[in-house]
């Protein structure tokens, strides 16, 4: 599929300066950065012979992957088939999914899901039979769930008690991956930071880059607060290409009471037959759409925006009330709890949602083994572009994409490390300087830049986006850089803040860039999808004069 390539200006090649002679050095094999399921997954694909490593930022039970609520896709009913589920990715994709790519993971599907099972993962029965649930934009039951509506839960814990038993693995929990180690065009490593030990240089034979999204960068989101980008900057910054950056997802239902956190209601919801009415109680999808309520999340999304401008009223709601109350409490126990803390039924009341951004569809370019265009890097998991979900990812095939490229990136990143020598000798890396700034012991209100950096991407980056305010944005998140990204700060929550503006500055110029609607990117200015303009945005750093 054709490509377009654009830059964009870097201002730092490291977010901190180093000394190597000043900084402890560790040695491995594999290095795996991020525990979600991805990242365990090609953990546990690692020869057992070699060493890993896995770095993850947060405790493991936190990482994005175990707050997936829906489910895991695949074709495990025999009335089903592969050919099915290719299509519906591929209509779901508009466009740009690679049709290898989607082949190679859907039949992989049923093998991955029954792998996650013998590692204990107690997914929902009927009669005996894995319980199947359809989901927007699949023409099929085929969504496999655990818990209800905790499949992450479940599937993480299964995964990473098998990760914590595997003696070749070792796992560095609330550890901060600053930035990938990279000599002579090839990744060695990267440095990490945690609150014991401060930075570390973790040399490694082969990396894999598993850090998942980026939902935190805009203020309406699904995503826990740790899903900042970091994965997709510190790739950039090593001279990585990403690829279909405007792409991200918004999922339509998130739970929107003033003043909570947001929360996600699952897609699942509407599987098993809720309905979506406006505030004067009229169902409204059937109006933008034939398949309604199922119709795939983009154009939920795009709808329920379209009908809160409507009826100017701040959401929608899901009605549950016609279905069976026993089924939706056994269904659906987590979101019943959590409506239930808000004093909401969720079998009668009127649940209020509006969409929030969910998944970053875009990522680090990587081929059909998980291979980056940085030597020695692989990656897998939402961090990633495959070319498996086009233009929209169909609902719950994001966890199956993570097993599916862990595995690949875990036993291609064995392999090549199997073939290195043992070489305890850390590279010539020389010693990062910044230039001093007059303003630099000058304290930043972090949380505020932060707050104001979310509401922008929200207003001016988010469902429905035009020049005017593309452009708006793009100016305001060069201006923070200048003086936010040129600073040396000394904490994650710092580092988050300046992976997130980066990221912030490449999805803007790709939606700038990609002048038609598709999929999730909906341009107000250019409502039309356009044949010329199906091809992906690639981007890659523009080195500027401070890159030391």
């Given at each position: ?411 291609n990143a064995s392999a090549a490390a199997a073939s290195q020598p043992d070489d305890f000798t850390a590279p010539r890396i020389p010693s990062v300087v910044h230039p001093r700034r007059s303003d630099g012991d000058e304290q930043l209100d972090l949380v505020d830049i932060r707050n104001a950096l979310r509401s922008l991407m929200w207003r001016n980056v988010g469902i429905s986006r035009n020049e005017h305010d593309l452009n708006a944005a793009r100016q305001q998140l060069d201006f923070w850089a200048n003086y936010v990204c040129r600073r040396d700060l000394a904490e994650p929550a710092g580092w988050e803040l300046q992976n997130m503006m980066l990221i912030g500055r490449v999805m803007t110029a790709a939606a700038l860039e990609r002048r038609e609607s598709r999929g999730v990117h909906a341009r107000s200015d250019f409502p039309e999808t356009s044949d010329s303009q199906r091809h992906h945005i690639c981007v890659t750093a523009e ?6």
């Amino acid at each position: 599929m054709n490509s377009k390539q654009i830059r964009v200006p870097l201002i730092r090649r490291y977010l901190v300066p180093f000394d190597p002679k000043r900084v402890p050095h560790l040695f491995t094999d594999v290095l795996v950065i991020g525990g979600g399921i991805a990242g365990i997954r090609a953990a546990l694909a690692v020869d057992p012979s070699l060493r890993t490593v896995v770095v993850t930022k947060d405790a493991l039970q936190h990482s994005n992957s175990a707050y997936a609520q829906g489910g895991i896709a695949g074709v495990l009913d025999p009335l089903d088939d592969f050919a099915s589920h290719v299509s519906d990715t591929i209509s779901a994709g508009k466009g740009l999914c690679h049709p290898d790519v989607v082949e190679l993971v859907i039949r992989e599907a049923p093998e991955r899901i029954r792998e996650l099972i013998s590692y204990g993962a107690e997914f929902d029965k009927v009669d005996g039979q894995l319980a199947l649930t359809l989901e927007g934009g699949h023409s099929h039951a085929r969504v496999a769930h655990a818990l209800g509506d905790a499949t992450g839960q479940e599937v993480m814990r299964a995964m990473n008690r098998r990760a914590s038993e595997a003696p070749h693995i070792d796992l560095w929990q609330k550890t901060f991956t600053i930035d990938l180690l990279t000599c002579d065009g090839v990744c060695r490593g990267a440095l990490v930071w945690n609150a014991s030990h401060g930075r570390t240089f973790v040399w490694s034979k082969q990396t894999i880059l598993c850090t998942g999204g980026a939902g935190a960068i805009y203020r309406e989101t699904t995503n826990p607060q740790i899903a900042t980008a970091d994965g997709h900057a510190l790739a950039f910054r090593a001279g990585c290409e990403v690829r279909d950056m405007e792409f991200m997802q918004f999922h339509p239902t998130v739970l929107y009471i003033a003043g909570s956190s947001r929360y996600l209601i699952s897609e699942a919801v509407r599987g098993e037959g809720a309905t979506l009415v406006d505030c004067n109680g009229h169902r409204f999808m059937f109006d933008y759409n034939p398949a309604g309520e199922l119709a795939p999340r983009d154009v939920v999304s795009q709808a329920i925006t379209h009908q809160m401008a409507k009826t100017s009223h701040p959401c929608v709601y899901l009605d549950l009330s016609h279905i069976n109350a026993d089924h939706v409490r056994k269904r659906f126990p987590h979101i019943r709890r959590v409506c239930a803390d808000f004093g909401l039924d969720l079998t009668t009341d009127r649940v209020p949602v509006r969409p929030g951004a969910h998944y970053m569809v875009g990522g680090v370019t990587t081929d059909l083994d998980g291979r980056t265009n940085l030597p020695g890097l692989w990656a897998a998991g939402e961090v990633t572009s495959t070319g498996l979900h086009g233009a929209n990812r169909l609902a719950s095939n994001s966890l199956l994409e993570g097993v599916v490229f862990g595995l690949r990136c875990g036993q291609n990143a064995s392999a090549a490390a199997a073939s290195q020598p043992d070489d305890f000798t850390a590279p010539r890396i020389p010693s990062v300087v910044h230039p001093r700034r007059s303003d630099g012991d000058e304290q930043l209100d972090l949380v505020d830049i932060r707050n104001a950096l979310r509401s922008l991407m929200w207003r001016n980056v988010g469902i429905s986006r035009n020049e005017h305010d593309l452009n708006a944005a793009r100016q305001q998140l060069d201006f923070w850089a200048n003086y936010v990204c040129r600073r040396d700060l000394a904490e994650p929550a710092g580092w988050e803040l300046q992976n997130m503006m980066l990221i912030g500055r490449v999805m803007t110029a790709a939606a700038l860039e990609r002048r038609e609607s598709r999929g999730v990117h909906a341009r107000s200015d250019f409502p039309e999808t356009s044949d010329s303009q199906r091809h992906h945005i690639c981007v890659t750093a523009e080195t500027g004069d401070d890159q030391s």
